[in-house]
């Protein structure tokens, strides 16, 4: 068996091996968009693990086989972990699944919405509620002030 053959094997094994991901300690709150994001989630793992299977090449293709098998393990077991969290509409309160628009010391507005972890995207609006800006916000009424990353922000809306 030629060297090169071997460490072919061995790269082939180490993908395979894949670390399953993580998953936070905190209580998996969610809303009722993040809970249909998991659930979507999980049937995706569920086609690309029945993908891997069918194949019948899962000793050619491990790697394909260890990350449906990963990623089913992680979406089954959020998914069997959510706990739904309506939003608290009218108190003036941000609470979890609030949008909270404030002003910053600089002049700039944003506008994020409190989340659970597995949907939240900064870049699309929104913070997980275990998040330094989300749990400065929560429990804040319209005209408070947090502090935000060193700085103060004022909140202008609570939707």
């Avoid at 609470?95 to 909270?100: D, E, L």
């Avoid at 989300?134 to 005209?143: D, E, M």
């Amino acid at each position: 068996m030629s060297v090169a053959f071997t460490r072919e094997q061995d790269n082939e094994a180490t993908a395979a091996d894949l670390p399953d991901r993580p998953i936070s300690p905190h209580p998996n709150l969610v809303t009722a968009e993040g809970l249909a994001a998991l659930d979507a989630a999980l049937a995706e793992a569920r086609a690309a693990y029945a993908a891997a299977q069918a194949s019948g090449d899962i000793q050619t293709d491990r790697t394909a086989m260890a990350r449906a098998t990963r990623d089913l393990r992680y979406y089954a077991a959020r998914r069997a972990s959510a706990e739904l969290v309506e939003p608290q509409r009218g108190s003036g309160v941000a609470t979890f699944g609030s949008r909270v628009t404030f002003d910053r010391e600089d002049g700039r507005r944003q506008s994020f919405r409190i989340v659970g972890e597995d949907e939240a995207d900064p870049a699309k609006g929104s913070v997980s509620y275990v998040s330094p800006l989300a749990r400065a916000l929560v429990g804040k009424a319209v005209g408070d002030s947090a502090t935000v990353a060193g700085g103060e922000v004022e909140i202008v809306a609570i939707d």
